[in-house]
């Protein structure tokens, strides 16, 4: 199972971006990077996911290295709202199931 | 996106008591798992709810401590059993959608042991 490595916490100023890294070097070539965020006293919310590609929604976009060995995350504007942890994910197949394996994630602080 | 709707949000309960969890998704469903995340530390997966068979547990949680059912695709509950303080955690349900492969959480059920 691929493992994820991101810094512990970060901070950003409101209406600048957040760009948030990612290390999953041992990932294989069928598993997708997810990217979920936790806001204090919520359940975690799915932001943004790819495999290979780079992919934006409305929320965020995602960048993948070509080797597929990291990621980034970046919130193009951040706002206060966007202060949460933040969990990069790589997704495991296991005897036919799918799960989410969590690891520490980044706490973002947004600041004024 | 799917709603999961968790209830109790929060509960405190004496210990040597159990406490049910139920979770409602609104729309179609392919899995739904449980996670537990314990006071300021990252969630951890108890088991995959299984449509009419037994749950599949990871590692370090067993059957007669969290009981789980899945009668039909949209409902599961979890039953924390014979509650000690270790047990006080937030309990998560969650699920992939049929229509996309994204998982889903609900907000959580808050449990305090006395």
Partial sequence: DAKTTQPPSMDCAEGRAAN???NHSTISGNEYVYWYRQIHSQGPQYIIHGLKNNETNEMASLIITEDRKSSTLILPHATLRDTAVYYCIVRVLNT???KLVFGTGTRLLVSP | SAVISQKPSRDICQRGTSLTI????DSQVTMM???RQQPGQSLTLIATANQGSEATYESGFVIDKFPIS???LTFSTLTVSNMSPEDSSIYLCSAIASYKNIQYFGAGTRLSVL
Wanted: glycine fraction near 6%; aromatic fraction near 24%.
């Fill in chain 2, 22 to 25: 139920q979770c409602q998704v």
């Fill in chain 1, 20 to 22: 948030l890294p990612c």
């Fill in chain 2, 70 to 72: 899945r009668p039909n």
């Fill in chain 1, 96 to 98: 036919g199931f799918q």
């Fill in chain 2, 33 to 35: 798992f449980w996670y």
